[in-house]
């Protein structure tokens, strides 16, 4: 499981401007724009998506009776009181609510993408925990209204029952950018080495062999924002 900085700097497909933030991807061009956006970023293969909204997230969590999580610092907001190494159950407000926190955390947007990947994290071991078809179905229902997939029923199914193990063994990565300032805004920029990193690490999980693609930026605006960040000191 891998998460993406919301203002890595990259090229959108078809966008005005020849780099924007990677969460004005879906804006341009929905799904699709979004998906060839990071098959562009880091040479992967993306099969399938699931878009799922943060009223859906709360619906999945309270769906499967909540989730428990180790906070890895103490903080309160909104519904969210959490002590840092005590094991805490949410339910869907709570559990949206420790996801979105983010200006109290040291590590800033880095630190609330950590906590978005243990709630997903914990979503899917009690919930790939279910063997019935009924309690299955209940969480589809639970979401329908708040998920968007091109996944099938059965492709849903299957995944529930042949990946069980595979919720006890989730690997988490994040894509860490650099301080970037160019245009007279603020981005994180993966240098080419993190985003031959970050492939190398996906394209092992999948069984594929590694990236020959350089991740090399032609036109020197990742590079202009990393000095531009400097010369301002960020």
């Known amino acids: ?139 589809l229902k639970a979401v329908k209204d708040n998920m968007q997939t091109d996944l099938s029923y059965d492709d849903m199914w299957a995944i529930e029952t042949n990946y069980k193990k595979a919720a006890s063994n989730i690997k988490s990565d994040c894509l860490q950018g650099k301080n970037g300032w160019y245009d007279s805004t603020s981005w994180q920029v993966a240098t080419s080495k993190e985003r031959a990193r970050v492939s190398k690490n996906i394209r092992e999980e999948l069984g594929l062999e590694e990236s020959t693609e350089t991740f090399t930026d032609d036109t020197g605006i990742a590079e202009q924002a990393i000095a531009g960040a400097e010369a301002i000191g960020q």
């Open 1 to 139: 499981m891998t998460s993406i900085p919301r203002d890595t700097l990259l090229k959108i497909p078809n966008c005005r401007d020849p780099y924007d933030k990677i969460n004005s991807a879906y804006s341009v061009g929905g799904v699709p724009t979004t998906i060839k956006s990071i098959q562009k970023l880091l040479d992967v293969p993306i099969d399938y998506y699931v878009l799922l909204n943060m009223g859906g997230l709360r619906q999945v969590v309270d769906s499967i009776g909540g989730i428990t999580v180790t906070p890895t610092l103490t903080f309160q907001y909104e519904d969210a009181d959490v002590v840092q190494g005590k094991k805490k159950t949410l339910d869907g407000k709570a559990a949206l609510s420790y996801a979105r926190m983010r200006h109290d955390d040291p590590l800033g947007d880095y630190g609330r993408q950590k906590r978005q990947r243990q709630v997903i994290q914990a979503i899917a071991k009690k919930a790939l925990n279910f063997s019935n078809v009924s309690k299955f179905d209940d969480i």
